[in-house]
């Protein structure tokens, strides 16, 4: 079954069920729900756009193996799913290591710019001290 035949202008039961669920999340999102349902027929647009956005993202769920999430499906052969499980781990401990230098490198530049932001500050406050000093000697006359 597509999305065309699921997300369609009518009381059907997957969009009202996108009902409840958006009145759940956010009551906009209900009433939208309600508006899409009542009228949507009349935006032709909106509703092809749906439907594409709606077959792309179950197509990508689809094409990524969505249908186990966290399990990898074994081939038969003994060593090579032993081989893959070692490879995946040794990829994930890589990726890991590569967040934490990620990190690290983010709390780096942010005391990068912290610092950089308090030498001008600085800077600021010191030239404000300086003309501030300066025009108060002065008298205008008038």
Known sequence: MSSHALIRPAWTPATIGLMV??????????LAMIAYILWGDRLETFRHDVNRSTDRFFGGLKRSGAGMPFATPRTGNVAFDDWRETE???????RRRLMEASAEFEAYARE?????????FDRFMASRRSNAAGPSNTTIDG
């Open 21 to 30: 669920v958006g009145f759940m999340i956010y009551w906009p999102l209900g």
């Open 112 to 120: 990068l710019r912290r610092a950089k932001d308090q030498e001008e």
């Open 88 to 94: 995946l781990a040794r990829l994930d401990a890589e």
